[in-house]
């Protein structure tokens, strides 16, 4: 069984979404990996190199444009993470006994093991909270701590995604930890939030934008 297909909740199975990227899966499954030698690791090398290359790209954004160049780099990725949400999402309904909660665990499963090609271990701990664990992201031998900036981008995109599909979607995201800040997992909390607490990871994406200006203003030249 690959290792996005199973979960313990019962509700997980009655959870619908999509692959992303549906017409590249199917050929690399069906004309690729299925009638040549292709190594698949490559695919993790491959996207190494994307992924380094995105946050050398933002950071001279950074210093070449200043903020400017960082917002740009933003909405950039933004809408790679709506869209990312969107073709998971576009045209799936949500069963009436699921809970906002179970909904909210299940799509960040798919987020975690599918689009970030993680291994996770999820967790519902409440009504009104659910939670996981990175075991291993694909970024982590590579990614210096601050990097992880990047992926609020996306998750700011696919939360919206989510939003415009199910007007009931109202949770925040907490960073609690990663692997390259040297923690042993990267532990990520997921609530039901007020208003308030909503603007609080506006402020922290600000205060982020702001040192990473600064590191670069700081920069040898």
């Known amino acids: 069984m690959a290792h996005w297909k199973h979960r313990d909740e019962a509700k997980w199975k009655n959870f619908e979404f999509n692959q992303p990227y ?3 899966l199917k050929r690399l499954k069906e004309e690729v ?4 030698d292709f190594d698949p690791a490559t695919l993790w090398q491959w ?3 994307q992924a380094m290359a995105l946050i050398e790209m933002l950071k001279e954004n950074e210093r070449t444009f200043g903020e400017a160049g960082q917002k740009a780099a933003y909405r950039a990725l933004r809408k790679t993470g709506y869209d990312v949400g969107r073709q998971i999402l576009d045209g799936t309904t949500i069963p009436e006994d699921m809970t906002d909660t179970e909904f909210t665990s299940f799509y960040a499963t798919v987020i975690n093991r599918i689009a ?3 291994l996770e271990d999820p967790k519902i701990d409440r009504e009104g909270q659910a939670s996981f664990h990175i075991l291993w992201c694909p970024h982590q031998d590579h990614y210096e701590a601050f990097d992880c900036r ?3 981008y996306f998750v700011q995109g696919m939360i919206d995604a989510a939003q415009d599909h199910a007007d009931r ?3 925040q995201v907490r960073f609690d930890s990663t692997i390259p800040a040297g923690a042993e997992t990267c532990h990520f909390t997921m609530w039901d939030a007020d208003d308030q607490e909503r603007e609080q990871w506006e402020l922290l994406t600000e205060k982020l934008e702001k040192k990473a200006l ?3 203003r700081d920069e040898p030249r």
């Open 22 to 24: 549906a017409k590249g």
């Open 33 to 36: 990996l299925a009638k040549t």
């Open 47 to 49: 996207g190494t190199m």
């Open 116 to 118: 970030y090609a993680s």
């Open 150 to 152: 990047v992926q609020r």
């Open 169 to 171: 979607f109202g949770f």
């Open 214 to 216: 600064q590191i670069v």
